[in-house]
């Protein structure tokens, strides 16, 4: 089923690719033939399976001889003393430093009606660097994609449009 669904969806990509017809055929026939290889091993795997369930199983002997001549393994090493209590305490860390910003004095006094020129002014050049990407970042519109001519065997034929003359003109 899962092969069917495969080939049902490389038809489908084929198709929606517009490719030639020929070559439509031949990577179906390539898909197809993968599908039956793997079809054919898949078949090849199950028929040994039956003749590998009465084989007989290693003898153990030679398990247990391998197992003696290993050496055995290190003895783990002795744990650390505790650290007490007549051992000095380490001093607490320092109290970190904070920063203080104070504005600079001003001179003069910033009126209400400067303060609102500066930041529609702000603003003024914040909305013009916006426009500048959004004119900047637009994409053409896209045209539109050609029909497809569903015959099987005929010569497709894409319309496109003529190309510019670009020879310099003679005078």
């Known amino acids: ?18 490719l030639s017809p020929a070559l439509i055929i031949l990577v179906m026939t390539v898909g197809w033939l993968l599908v039956s290889l793997i079809e054919y091993f898949a078949w090849r795997q199950t028929q040994g399976v039956g003749l590998r369930r ?13 197992m003696d001549e290993m050496a055995p393994p290190p003895p783990p090493p002795p744990p650390a003393p505790a650290p007490g209590p ?14 203080v910003v104070q504005p600079a004095p001003s ?16 603003r003024k050049s914040f909305a013009d660097v916006e426009e500048a990407d ?9 045209q539109p994609r050609p029909r497809r001519r569903w015959i ?6 894409r319309r496109e449009a003529p190309a510019e003359d670009d020879r310099e003109e003679e005078r």
Do not use: N
């Open 152 to 157: 099987l065997f005929g010569p497709h034929v």
């Open 54 to 66: 009465f084989e007989a199983a290693p003898a153990p002997a030679a398990q247990e001889e391998i």
């Open 86 to 99: 007549s051992s000095t305490p380490t001093p607490p860390p320092a109290p970190e430093e904070e920063t």
């Open 107 to 122: 001179e003069e006094k910033e009126t209400i009606a400067q303060a609102d020129e500066r930041v529609s002014a702000a």
């Open 1 to 18: 089923m899962l092969e069917a669904g495969f080939l049902v969806l490389l038809a489908v990509v084929v198709g929606l690719a517009d």
């Open 134 to 142: 959004r004119k900047r970042h637009r994409l053409d519109p896209l």
